[in-house]
């Protein structure tokens, strides 16, 4: 695993923590893997993936058990102590390498045009910096790199885009570990200066009331092969 110098590694080690909301997290995220089909979105989501790859905010590691043996390395960054512990006990069953590491998606502590693919699942929502966490990652990309996404976001009619910027501005990202459910992946990616690929807007869960958090894309995006050499650096 190709990290940057020790002391950069400890300027970033946890400064997220959660620790209510990661126990919460870590028991509903194992529910949904059956009840609200998360597993087969995990699947899809990594399939045909190859090299070495960055999982940005990788939570308890349940995408471990979904790469495929194509990927040579996988470099899982989560910055919650708790989830971090749950993500090197998954990291442990996977069937592919995997090295777990703390760090923030903003300053990642991995050198650059490092990684072949990179993957970002239900994580933009809670950075605290998106255009930054996106600077980085194109950074880390090297040019015509890939980058996996599944993500929730802003969604639905008027009332409900009115219901989650409100959420946004009062009780949600306290409650839900820095959540936020109107923001728009797709955009932030695009003006970040990625190639948008193709994508799919869905449902999750796919059947039942629509929830704010219900509106999520999965999609495809690359940093451009003609991207300079210094991009977020």
């Keep these: ?38 597993a087969k979105v995990r699947h899809r989501l990594l399939g045909g993936l190859s090299g070495r790859v960055i999982e940005i905010g990788a939570g308890n590691g349940l995408n471990f058990a979904h790469y495929p043996g194509t990927v040579s390395e996988i470099v ?6 708790a989830l971090r512990t749950l993500a090197v006990e998954a990291a ?24 072949d693919a990179a993957v970002l699942s239900l994580v933009l929502c809670s950075v605290r910096d998106a255009p930054r966490a996106l600077a980085e990652l194109r950074r880390v990309l090297r040019p015509g790199g890939e980058v996996r996404f599944f993500e929730h976001g802003r969604g639905g009619g008027r009332v409900m885009n009115l ?20 923001r728009d992946p797709v955009g932030a990616l695009r003006e970040a200066g990625f190639a948008l690929g193709p994508y799919r807007r869905m449902l999750m869960p796919e059947k039942g009331p629509a929830l704010p958090t219900s509106y999520c894309v999965i999609g495809t995006a690359w940093r451009p092969v003609s991207d300079a050499a210094g991009a977020g650096s």
């Design 1 to 38: 695993m190709q990290l940057r110098s020790d002391r950069s590694a400890k300027v970033a080690r946890d400064p997220v923590h959660h620790p209510l909301f990661a126990r919460y997290y870590a028991r509903v995220s194992v529910a949904a893997e059956t009840r609200a089909g998360m």
């Design 76 to 81: 899982a960054i989560e910055p919650e102590r």
């Design 92 to 115: 442990l069953r996977a069937q592919v390498p995997v090295d777990v590491a703390p760090g923030v998606a903003e300053a990642l502590p991995v050198k650059s045009e490092a990684f």
């Design 163 to 182: 219901t989650q910027r409100a959420l946004d501005r009062t009780v949600w990202p306290p409650l839900a570990g820095g959540c936020h459910v109107a």
